[in-house]
């Protein structure tokens, strides 16, 4: 019932910006974070960046000071924004919702499809 619409992947030259966006939707009764990670060929999907309820945010060390996670809590959608970017940052970024059900009492993880990003040299 909980559905996550990613966009704004792409390819990109090196240095250049990229913006992803991730629409929630859903019955969402409290959100407990977002984020994003990305997954490369050959590796382990990795976290990039989240974003708590209460705001607060953790980067990856290899994306401190290039991305920067924001969010909409009235469109109930995320951002990426990625600057300065490089080859190596070349992944499928998933957007990711973890969220609490008072209904249920439970927690739930979503996923994303998956956004391509590649970055040139």
């Known amino acids: 019932q909980v559905q996550l619409v990613e966009s704004g992947g792409g390819l990109v030259q090196a240095g250049g910006s990229l913006r992803l966006s991730c629409a929630a939707s859903?019955?969402?009764?409290?959100?407990?974070?977002m984020g994003w990670y990305r997954q490369a060929p050959g590796k382990q999907r990795e976290l990039v960046a989240d974003?708590?309820?209460?705001?607060?945010?953790n980067y990856a060390d290899s994306v401190k000071g290039r991305f920067t996670i924001s969010r909409d809590n009235a469109k109930n959608t995320v951002y990426l924004q990625m600057n300065s970017l490089k080859p190596e940052d070349t992944a499928v970024y998933y957007c990711?919702?973890?969220?609490?059900?008072?209904?249920?009492?439970?927690?739930?993880?979503?996923w994303g499809q998956g956004t391509q990003v590649t970055v040139s040299s």
């Open positions: 859903g019955s969402i009764f409290s959100i407990v974070a």
């Open positions: 990711k919702l973890d969220w609490y059900s008072s209904y249920d009492m439970r927690e739930y993880v979503h």
């Open positions: 974003i708590t309820s209460g705001g607060s945010t």
